[in-house]
């Protein structure tokens, strides 16, 4: 297959993410779709990669998988302590900080 | 058609079909399994890609890992009955997915027209490259990339510490 069939599938990937990061309410879900769009970069990294006969793009994709689980952990953290002082995790409910 | 062509079309509408069940369930258990179906579909690509390393820690870590996170937490908190209505947001819903068609062309153009006048498209000969091995990975990783790698153990140790301190205050002070 050629690098620009990846690339599309990678870009309809991330678009999917970033829908619904912006349409959905709930934090875990939302959670969800940034796993979505680094999965996405994921995908092109490895495929460039390919392209370019190299093992570099393979070991960013190492560096973006600790960076995600570091992200998960304290995200979904913040979302357990968010639930036990407000008993939602609903964004649009969470909302102290607006000004 | 050979048979990469067939395992690309397969795998890729799994993924695409995966994302989309993500982001419309409405419950929260459901995305977490649709994201499952999502990550091994994807661990089918980089092995199609022959990113053999890739596909085994997306399979542990992502499908495996963050995964059983994201599922502990969702039955911890219980959501199931409590934020099931209105969890997709009404009014911007229209605005988003223009938003997101835009998006997706731009990317679409991008990978199919600005990338041919780059580095990448010049080096298309090396499509026929062996796999990358594990071995490629690790000596890359152990030298050229030392920095990044040890700085990528301080994230997770940051990242344990924490955790433990924002769960273990809100525990401590019971508000």
């Keep these: 297959m050629e690098l620009q069939y990846y690339l599309i599938l990678s870009a309809l990937l991330f678009t999917t993410g970033v829908i619904g990061v912006l349409v959905r309410r709930n934090a875990i879900i939302i959670f969800m779709c940034i796993e979505l769009m680094l999965n996405a970069a994921n995908l092109a990294f490895v495929a460039i990669s390919r392209s370019l006969g190299e093992a570099t793009g393979q070991v960013f994709v190492f560096f973006v998988m600790a960076v995600a689980a570091a992200e998960v952990a304290i995200g979904l953290a913040i979302i357990v302590s968010v639930f036990k002082h407000r008993e939602t995790i609903n964004v649009d409910e969470v909302n102290s900080l607006k000004g | 058609m050979n048979a990469e062509q067939i395992l690309f079309i397969l795998f890729g509408a799994v993924s695409l079909i995966g994302a989309v069940a993500v982001i419309s369930f409405r419950h929260p258990i459901y995305s977490a399994l649709s994201l499952v179906v999502t990550f091994f579909a994807q661990a089918g690509l980089f092995l199609l890609l022959g990113a053999h390393f890739v596909a085994a820690v997306q399979v542990i870590v992502y499908a495996g890992a963050i995964m059983v996170l994201f599922l ?100 401590n002070d019971s508000i």
Excluded: H, W
């Design chain 2, 72 to 171: 502990f937490v969702i039955m911890l908190l219980n959501l199931g009955t409590l934020s099931v209505k209105g969890a997709i947001g009404g009014k911007l819903k229209g605005f988003a997915i223009i938003l997101g068609i835009l998006l997706a062309i731009e990317g679409i153009y991008i990978a199919t027209n600005v990338l041919n006048n780059t580095a990448i498209a010049a080096a298309q000969p090396a499509t026929a490259a062996p796999n990358t091995t594990t071995y490629d990975i690790g000596e890359l990783l152990f030298s050229k990339y030392l920095l990044p790698f040890e700085v990528t153990s301080l994230i997770l140790l940051a990242a344990l510490i924490g955790v433990i301190v924002l769960v273990k205050r809100s525990s």
